[in-house]
């Protein structure tokens, strides 16, 4: 059996770790004892705060054409480059998401007239509706 002292948010414990052998299986859960702490822990706030709620934008509007396009991951909508009513060539940008630091350019798959666009600036999840296409 081995003895380890663990640090834990500023707490000290020490544990016990048995050894098995790979064939066999553990019989019991191992030890783990609280071991004095060398010195004063901080106080332990009673709860975390949670994070402030991230207010999401509206989505597109409730038009869906036929070529839906939606968000690959994650993100922040940076740049809108069209309206609905503007007619797109296959691999014009539509929109700029910004996600994990990097900008991503969102572009038509095909020629087609944008029925609905989502906001500059709105909050997306991964499968998010973000151009409807006709």
């Known amino acids: 059996m081995k003895r380890y002292n663990i640090k834990v948010n500023g707490t000290s414990y020490e544990v016990e770790v048995e050894e098995y052998a790979a064939v066999s299986a553990p019989a019991a859960a191992p030890a783990v004892e609280k071991a004095p702490a060398t010195k004063a822990a901080a ?8 994070a402030p709620a991230v207010e999401k934008a509206p989505a597109a509007a409730q038009a869906k054409g036929s070529i839906q396009i939606s968000a690959p991951m994650p993100g922040t909508i940076l740049r809108v480059d069209v309206v609905a009513g503007d007619v797109v060539k296959k691999g014009q940008n539509l929109v700029i998401l910004e996600a994990m630091k990097m900008e991503n350019e969102i572009v038509a798959p095909s020629d087609a007239t944008v029925v609905s666009v989502i906001a500059k600036g709105a909050s997306v999840n991964a ?6 296409l006709n």
């Open 43 to 50: 106080p332990v706030p009673a709860a975390p705060t949670p």
């Open 127 to 132: 499968g998010d509706l973000l151009v409807s």
